[in-house]
């Protein structure tokens, strides 16, 4: 094929004199006029089977990193060849060109690519670009006026808006920063490897401070001001019952939010809403499993520290759940409330003190500082107590407020998580290590992140699927095919038009005295 001879050329060229650089880059731009609007152009024909187009901006993607000499090279070079595939793209839109014209030229394009023989010389790709006047007439061309691609809201010729609603201040903000920035870390990767399409992706970021009441108008902020295409990793179950029906009326992506709550998970699932994550009922299932069948404690044992809202709601609804799965009654549960972003903790720690048969274990439903405050507040009365925690307590923010009361307020506390360990060797924390590095240099790696680099980059794979062609509608439909995503979980990830849930595993992890999470089995 004349793309893979044309990028071993470019190769050749770039291990040559430094100022065969800027000989590439003008090869390219020359490339991309001739070959951009016959691709931009047969993205907007339905009848046109899309894998021929992306298999040709693929390869053209690999000529443009061969051919840069750094970064500022590859993202100019990549503006370049977008302008003109979003041209191609406006003629059809414009009836300048129809979709047999479209059809025809990328036929020629194809057999261009498939029968010239490779060139060996800088002045020339082939059929595509020839060393002749006579080739260079054969080629397809196209004019370039520079027009924008796309009528759907948040997909520019350049870029694909995102979302993410959530606290970047008040108590929790920790959860809504550490979401944020594995989500920028996967777009960031991305986009250096060549974007969807072409398109980088870019990050908007509204806050609501976790409370529910302000949670509206930041979703109109990012969707009627900042013009996002869809939403992903929005933090928190209390806001989400009311961001997800906002996204849903205007039929937008809701994907990967930060909860486990029922309410993202109804049977048949909501069209546009997506889930990575487990379910709380799954994470509290497996703790009351764990509690009663590996640490041997009665149902009596058992009670419950949650906040007091949707998201503790969730939470006490799984571990009740759990009771009535092995036929016990859930009615005696004990649950200790505080109120959401505050640490006011004592009335909980009352009540406990005030039973005559306190619990020997607790499981929380709490963020990372009223968790701690919790903890700290009972840990010398109850030495021997359990405290078990949800996923969305925020690990790494917990195990930093407990060590600075001292090792013995962090030794033993259990967190479920819904990604691997963030101190293994697993491809996946590998690769989102050095994601971390590169773009956020300094950042200590937390599971809330990974979390969201792990959600960002199915998500990423789906897009990768769509092509060109974006619209919700689209993606949704791929979305729901896509399954037995390998991303070195140790699971595989997947979606189906009745399971919108990419993952349903969980993994067991306590704090040992220097605040390390190491791994436990939970059955």
């Known amino acids: 094929m004349i793309f893979r001879s044309s990028v071993l050329l470019v190769a050749a060229l770039l291990a040559g004199p430094a100022s065969a650089a800027g000989t590439n880059a003008d090869v390219v731009r020359n490339l991309a006029s001739r070959v951009g609007p016959i691709v931009g152009a047969a993205s907007a024909c339905q009848a046109i089977d899309q894998g021929r187009v992306q298999a040709i901006v693929d390869k053209f993607r690999e000529v443009i990193r061969e051919a840069s000499a750094g970064a500022s090279d590859r993202d100019e070079l990549t503006r370049v060849f977008n302008g003109f595939v979003a041209d191609g793209r406006n003629r059809v839109g414009a009836s300048q060109t129809d979709c047999t014209t479209a059809g025809r030229q990328l036929a020629e394009l194809e057999r261009s690519l498939g029968q010239a023989a490779p060139s060996t010389s800088s002045s020339g790709f082939g059929g595509v670009i020839g060393s002749t006047p006579a080739a260079a007439a054969t080629a397809p061309t196209a004019t370039l006026p520079p027009t924008l691609a796309s009528n759907v809201q948040g997909v520019t010729a350049n870029e694909i808006r995102f979302g993410i609603c959530g606290p970047f201040s008040g108590a929790s903000r920790e959860l809504g920063r550490q979401m944020k920035l594995g989500i920028d870390a996967a777009f960031n990767r991305t986009n250096d490897a060549g974007g969807i399409a072409g398109r980088s992706l870019r990050l908007f970021a509204a806050d609501d401070g976790y409370e529910p009441s302000r949670t509206l108008e930041a979703m109109r902020q990012l969707y009627e001001k900042d013009k996002v295409f869809g939403f992903i990793g929005n933090v928190g179950t209390p806001t989400a019952a009311v961001g997800m029906p906002y996204a849903l009326q205007h039929r937008a992506l809701f994907y990967g939010a930060f909860t486990g709550a ?11 809403v997506f889930n990575y994550r487990a379910s709380y009922a799954e994470e509290t299932n497996e703790v009351v499993h764990y509690l009663l069948k590996l640490r041997r404690l009665q149902p009596r044992d058992i009670a419950v520290f949650a906040q007091q809202d949707a998201y503790g709601d969730a939470g006490f609804a799984g571990v009740s759940k759990a009771f009535r799965s092995l036929g016990l009654p859930d009615s005696a549960i004990v649950r200790f409330n505080y109120k959401r972003n505050t640490v006011d903790v004592d009335e909980a720690v009352n009540q406990l003190r005030a039973m005559k048969n306190p619990p020997k274990a607790i499981v929380m439903v709490a963020t990372y500082r009223a968790a701690a405050k919790f903890i700290e507040k009972t840990r010398d009365q109850y030495p021997s107590m359990v405290y078990t925690n949800v996923s969305f ?131």
């Not at 029922?262 to 546009?272: A, E, F, G, S």
């Not at 998500?459 to 919700?472: M, N």
């Open 262 to 272: 029922n309410l993202l998970r109804n049977d048949p699932p909501d069209r546009y």
């Open 393 to 523: 307590v925020g690990s790494t923010e917990l195990s930093d407020e407990l060590m600075l009361l001292g090792p013995r307020y962090a030794s033993g506390v259990i967190v479920t998580q819904v990604v691997p360990a963030v101190g293994g060797y697993s491809s996946a924390v590998l690769e989102y290590k050095s994601a971390l590095e590169k773009y956020f240099p300094g950042e200590a790696p937390s599971y809330v992140s990974f979390e969201g680099y792990v959600a960002a980059n199915v998500l990423i794979q789906a897009l990768k699927r769509v092509g060109p062609q974006l619209d919700t509608e689209a993606l949704i439909d791929t979305l729901e095919n896509t399954n037995n995503v390998d991303l070195g979980l140790g699971a595989k990830l997947g979606f189906g038009r009745a399971e919108h849930q990419a993952s349903h595993k969980i993994w067991g992890t306590a704090l040992d005295e220097r605040g390390k999470y190491q791994a436990i089995e939970l059955e």
